[in-house]
């Protein structure tokens, strides 16, 4: 019988502001279902947050829809509980890391953005307590900041 054993894991780096640094790992497609059972198409953005005194890294996931949208919708988030009113994850990302400008994102041509070029870039943000999992953390989306500002300055 093959033995289990465990190994303990590096605990995060996070700066006097409460932030981690982060490369984004990957991005890739994938599915959820809603409450009726319609598959619903989103982004899995995978992170890879810089544990303390150089002991590997963590992965931290995002998940966002798979359109740019310039409408605002206005939500509750579902962990703080706060209403906010903006674009949507993605299209917030985009803009953010200059993948596309707002004159774009309104105009009425068509634009399709080349996310995989966010690959490898540096990004920091905030973790916050999972609510229905307290010992677990999720990345505070409203606190992400592009640590490169120019795509390709990898």
């Keep these: 019988m093959a033995s289990l054993s465990a190994k303990k894991i590096g605990k995060v780096a ?3 502001e409460g932030f981690v640094t982060a490369t984004l790992k990957s991005i890739s497609e994938t599915e ?4 009726k059972g319609r598959r619903q198409p989103q982004f899995e953005f995978i992170f890879s947050v810089a544990n303390q005194n150089s002991k590997g890294t ?3 996931y995002l998940w966002t829809s798979v359109n740019l949208n310039p409408e605002k919708y206005t939500w509750t988030d579902d962990e703080s509980g706060e209403v906010i009113t903006g674009y949507s994850k993605l299209t917030q990302l985009a803009l953010l890391t200059g993948l596309l400008t707002e004159e774009e994102l309104l105009s009425d ?3 399709e953005a080349d996310l995989e070029s966010l690959i490898g870039l540096g ?3 905030k973790l916050v307590p999972q609510r229905n999992k307290p010992n677990m953390t999720r990345i505070e989306f409203k606190t992400i900041q592009p640590l490169n500002t120019e795509i390709g300055s990898k």
Excluded: L, R, V
């Excluded at 959820?32 to 409450?35: A, G, K, L, P, V």
């Design 58 to 60: 963590t992965d931290k």
């Design 123 to 125: 990004f920091k943000f």
């Design 109 to 111: 041509e068509d634009f």
């Design 14 to 16: 996070i700066d006097s």
């Design 32 to 35: 959820q279902y809603d409450d």
